[in-house]
Each structure stands twice: as C-alpha cells, then as structure tokens.
C-alpha cells in the first residue's frame, strides 16, 4: 500500500500529522510515520482509533491558508452516496456525504462537501459524535 498523507485530530485536541501505509478501518489501530517520507520503524507511532475523533486524510499537510471551505452543500448539489451533517462531541459540525454509514462500526467515510479543499476524505469515529443526520 502507497503511503497516505493523515492528520489524526485526538478527542482531547491533540493533533498529529504524518504518513501510514496500513490505515484499516477494520483495525483497532494503526501506525503514523514522521512528517517524512522515509517511513523509518524508529519513527512510528500506533494510533488507537478509540482515542481518535477523526482521521483526515489529506492532499497537503499544509493546506492553503487563504482558501476559504464551504462548509455546506450547493443547492442542487449530488455527491455520490447520501449527504449527512455530524457534529462531534466537541461541537464542531461536518456536512459531507457517506457510502457506508452503519452506527454500529466503529466509524464510517465522510466525503466533505468542498470537493476543492485540502480534505480528501474523513474517517469519522462513531463514538466521537454527539449527533448524526441525514440531510
């Protein structure tokens, strides 16, 4: 598996960037190399999922500081799969849309509704939200 760019947001704010090459959503955890592309064993992290609220996966560690996201769908607008709007423990919403969303698993894709920003995809973890709704 090619190594993919992540930002893994903690339930307690922690924030941490780097590589993985063995994300599964069917894992209790996976491993997080350093902010490089070398991968070295000596700089792994194993990440639980359960202490995790969301792992972003992400075109740039950067991002662009001067793109302004939107935040919610266009009228009219049809993404693949159903559009949801979750809201995490923290009060931070999300609008996106879900092939997969079953509130049993440990926790589902979010396709974010800007297609443009820095955000590809989003692992969203079930037990770190307060709310779930189809819109």
């Given at each position: 598996?090619?190594?993919?760019?992540i930002?893994?947001?903690?339930?307690?704010?922690?924030?941490v960037?780097?590589y993985?090459?063995?994300?599964?959503?069917?894992?209790p955890?996976?491993?997080?190399?350093?902010?490089?592309?070398?991968?070295?064993?000596?700089?792994?992290?194993e990440?639980?999922?359960?202490?995790l609220?969301?792992?972003?996966?992400?075109k740039?560690?950067?991002?662009?500081?001067?793109?302004?996201?939107?935040?919610?769908?266009?009228e009219?607008?049809?993404?693949?799969?159903?559009?949801?709007?979750?809201?995490?423990?923290?009060?931070?919403?999300m609008q996106g849309?879900?092939?997969?969303?079953?509130?049993?698993?440990?926790g589902?894709?979010?396709?974010?509704?800007?297609s443009?920003?820095?955000?590809?995809?989003?692992?969203?973890?079930?037990?770190?939200?307060?709310?779930?709704?189809?819109?």
């Amino acid at each position: 598996m090619e190594p993919v760019r992540i930002v893994a947001h903690y339930r307690n704010g922690q924030i941490v960037k780097g590589y993985s090459k063995d994300f599964n959503v069917n894992r209790p955890f996976f491993r997080l190399y350093a902010d490089t592309q070398e991968h070295s064993s000596d700089k792994q992290t194993e990440i639980q999922i359960e202490d995790l609220k969301a792992v972003f996966f992400v075109k740039t560690f950067e991002g662009d500081k001067e793109y302004a996201e939107r935040k919610a769908f266009m009228e009219g607008e049809k993404p693949s799969g159903r559009k949801v709007e979750v809201t995490f423990r923290d009060g931070e919403k999300m609008q996106g849309s879900t092939l997969g969303y079953r509130a049993e698993k440990t926790g589902f894709s979010l396709f974010p509704a800007d297609s443009k920003h820095n955000n590809m995809r989003v692992f969203v973890v079930s037990s770190a939200l307060s709310d779930f709704r189809f819109l």
